[in-house]
């Protein structure tokens, strides 16, 4: 078995005691620390869909069909529950509708892990 980069390797016995580690780089400080997004500027122009779904209702069709202006979906959230932020039809998190200057907006309150 070849020893990768992140093994540990036992230290000689002329060596202080305890582990050596080797071929670590260090962690990049100051102006070249960048939290979380190191190494994804190729990405950063890439499009997404993203969706902010404040419920859902199923119909038959020919009730769609007869949905007019002004007509009432009942969805099956209520008022005050958090709304599902989707990125490519995949749950990223939840959050709440705000109004910012006449605008609706969803603040994050909570971002949803997904075990793989």
């Known amino acids: 078995m070849a020893t990768e980069p992140h093994d540990i390797i036992p230290a ?3 060596e202080a005691s305890g582990p050596v580690f080797e071929d670590f780089e ?8 960048v ?9 950063h122009d890439v499009p997404v869909k993203v969706q902010a779904v404040l419920g859902r209702a199923r119909m038959p069709v020919g009730e ?3 949905l007019t202006s002004g007509t009432v979906v009942e969805l099956d959230r209520r008022v ?8 490519n039809d995949r749950l990223i998190a939840r959050g709440e509708v705000v109004l910012i200057d006449n605008a609706l907006g969803v603040t994050l309150t909570e971002i949803v892990r997904q075990d793989r």
């Open 12 to 14: 000689d016995t002329d």
């Open 26 to 33: 260090p962690f990049p400080t100051g102006d070249h620390a």
């Open 35 to 43: 939290a979380g997004s190191e190494g994804l500027e190729a990405v």
């Open 64 to 66: 769609l069909l007869h």
């Open 80 to 87: 005050g529950e958090p709304v599902d932020i989707f990125v």
